[in-house]
C-alpha cells in the first residue's frame, strides 16, 4: 500500500517505523466522540506535543496533512530520497514582510521535518539572550539563559538527540560546556 494513496494509519494501528513492515497499536476515537485536544500538524512541536499529553492522560488527535512513511522501506536515508518528504506546496507565511518557505526547511508527513532530522540540536548561546545589552544588535530577552536550560534537556530527551555536547565554534564554546555541566 502506497503512503501517498492512502492512509495507514487506520483501523487501530499505524506503521513501526523501526521495524520494515511493523505496526503499533494505535488508540482511535469515532468522529462524534469528544477529546481533549486536537493537533493540527504532527511535526517537532505538534508531535512533542501531542505524546506529552497523552502520557499525561489527555485524549489527543493529531492531524497531518502528509503521508505516514515507513523510513526503512520508502526511501534511503540520503538528501536525494529525501526529497519526497519535503513540503513543496505553496506556503506563504503571512504579514507585513511574508516569508515563502523553502523546501527542505519541512516536511510534509506524520513526523514532519523530524523524519529526517539530522539530530543537531542547537542551543541559543547564552550571550543571545542578552543580545542588545552584550552584543549591541536585537533586543534582550525577559529571561535569564539558565532558565532555559532545563527545558532544553527535556526536549533534548524527549527527541532522543545524543552526542557530542561541545560547541567548537565561537569564542564563548567554553562557557557553554561549563554552563552545561553545571
Ligand atoms: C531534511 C531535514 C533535516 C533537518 N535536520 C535538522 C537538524 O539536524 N537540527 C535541527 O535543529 N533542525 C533540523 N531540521 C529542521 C527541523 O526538523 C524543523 O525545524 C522542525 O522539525 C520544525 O518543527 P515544526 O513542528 O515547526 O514543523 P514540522 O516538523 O515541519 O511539522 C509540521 C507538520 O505540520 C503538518 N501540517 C502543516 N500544515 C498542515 C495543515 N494545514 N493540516 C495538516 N497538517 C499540516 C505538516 O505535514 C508537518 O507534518 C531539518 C529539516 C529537514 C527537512
Known amino acids: 500500500m502506497s503512503a501517498e494513496s492512502s492512509p495507514r494509519a487506520i483501523n487501530g494501528r499505524a506503521p513501526d517505523v523501526f521495524r520494515p513492515s511493523g505496526w503499533v497499536a494505535m488508540r482511535e476515537y469515532s468522529e462524534d466522540e469528544p477529546v481533549d485536544?486536537?493537533?493540527?500538524?504532527?511535526?517537532?512541536?505538534?508531535?512533542?506535543?501531542a505524546c506529552k499529553l497523552a502520557e499525561h492522560g489527555f485524549s489527543v488527535v493529531a492531524l497531518d496533512?502528509?503521508?505516514y512513511w515507513r523510513p526503512l522501506e520508502d526511501f534511503a536515508s540520503d538528501e536525494m530520497h529525501q526529497s519526497k518528504l519535503?513540503?513543496?506546496?505553496?506556503?506563504?507565511?503571512?504579514?507585513e514582510n511574508p516569508l515563502q518557505l523553502g523546501s527542505n526547511n519541512s516536511g510534509?508527513?506524520?513526523?514532519?521535518?523530524?523524519?529526517?532530522?539530522?539530530?543537531?540540536?542547537l542551543r541559543f548561546r547564552p550571550e543571545w539572550f542578552k543580545s542588545l545589552s552584550v552584543l549591541g544588535y536585537g533586543a534582550d530577552w525577559p529571561l535569564d539563559w539558565r532558565e532555559m536550560w532545563h527545558?532544553?534537556?527535556?526536549?533534548?530527551?524527549?527527541?532522543?538527540?545524543?552526542?557530542?555536547?561541545?560547541?567548537?565554534?565561537?569564542?564563548?564554546?567554553?562557557a557553554i560546556r561549563i554552563a552545561r555541566t553545571n
Open 65 to 67: 496533512a502528509g503521508p
Open 37 to 49: 485536544f486536537a493537533i493540527v500538524g504532527s511535526g517537532a512541536g505538534g508531535g512533542t506535543l
Open 86 to 95: 519535503y513540503w513543496t506546496d505553496e506556503r506563504i507565511v503571512d504579514g
Open 151 to 174: 527545558y532544553y534537556a527535556e526536549v533534548e530527551q524527549a527527541l532522543k538527540v545524543s552526542g557530542p555536547v561541545n560547541y567548537p565554534w565561537g569564542r564563548n564554546a567554553r
Open 108 to 121: 510534509k508527513s506524520v513526523g514532519g521535518s523530524t523524519v529526517h532530522f539530522a539530530m543537531v540540536s
